[in-house]
């Protein structure tokens, strides 16, 4: 059985390591090397993706380190048994959520200053599309949730879920069965107002004599329905 703590802390740091190897060569386009007697510029590793800036990168350092800390505050409390109890969800008013604030980049020798944004990317395997050498670190985290203490750990303390849901997302692990969100209710469908219905020249209810049927058919037929 793996030690959740150290095991965590471990997949946590070689991460961290391979972000900071490899950030400084995927937040540019390109990059020159020299070979031999020319000057040839190295197109980045993460092909048609859109290059996210260093700060991106130093953001994503941090909060790995905070989630780390916060798991294995959690793992240790759920083993001397002081989880705090759940509470009960309670219904907040709805705010209006301002967007992050950016952190400016210093730019390169005789470029303009530009600020760069600090959001994450949202799609599923972002790191390790942009960044092949995480696919290891990605595959730790996948044993890591094969364990059945894992899964104890989590149903105990569900906060836990919601910091392992994010990571598994950004290195393309798939979620256990215990691991993942409850599919969310549909909103109920507002019922569609009845068409009314087209009535027929020869409806009783219009009470058209044989004459009006032939001049509105003769209409219809010339001039078109309108």
Same mark, same amino acid.
């Given at each position: ?15 961290? #390591? ?12 390109? #990059? ?25 990168? +130093?953001?994503?350092?941090? #909060? ?5 800390? #916060?798991?294995? $505050? ?7 048994? +002081? ?8 219904? =907040? ?24 944004? +600090? =959001? ?7 790191? +390790? $599309? =942009? ?60 019922? =569609?107002?009845?068409?009314?219905? $087209? ?28």
């Amino acid at each position: 059985m793996i030690q959740f703590t150290p095991f965590l802390t471990s997949l946590i740091q070689g991460l961290r #390591r391979v972000i900071t190897r490899a950030a400084p060569v995927v937040s540019a386009p390109a #990059r020159p090397i020299w070979a031999g007697p020319e000057l040839r510029w190295i197109i980045a590793p993460h092909g048609d993706l859109p290059i996210l800036p260093g700060p991106v990168w +130093t953001l994503l350092w941090l #909060r790995l380190h905070r989630l780390s800390n #916060r798991l294995n $505050r959690l793992y240790e409390r759920w083993q001397q048994g +002081t989880l705090p109890k759940p509470r009960k969800p309670t219904q =907040r008013p709805k705010t209006v959520r301002t967007p992050p604030p950016q952190i400016p980049e210093l730019p390169a020798p005789g470029m303009p200053l530009v600020e760069a944004p +600090t =959001r994450l990317p949202q799609g599923r395997g972002w790191i +390790t $599309r =942009r960044i092949p050498e995480a696919g290891p670190s990605g595959g730790h985290l996948h044993d890591l949730l094969q364990q059945p203490n894992t899964q104890d750990f989590v149903q105990a303390a569900p906060q836990a879920a919601r910091l392992l849901r994010p990571l598994c997302h950004a290195l393309g692990v798939d979620q256990p069965t215990w691991l993942q969100l409850p599919p969310r209710p549909r909103p109920a469908r507002k019922p =569609r107002p009845a068409k009314p219905r $087209r009535l027929k020249l020869t409806d009783p209810i219009l009470n058209l004599r044989p004459y009006e049927i032939a001049a509105a058919r003769y209409f219809h037929k010339k001039y078109g329905r309108d």
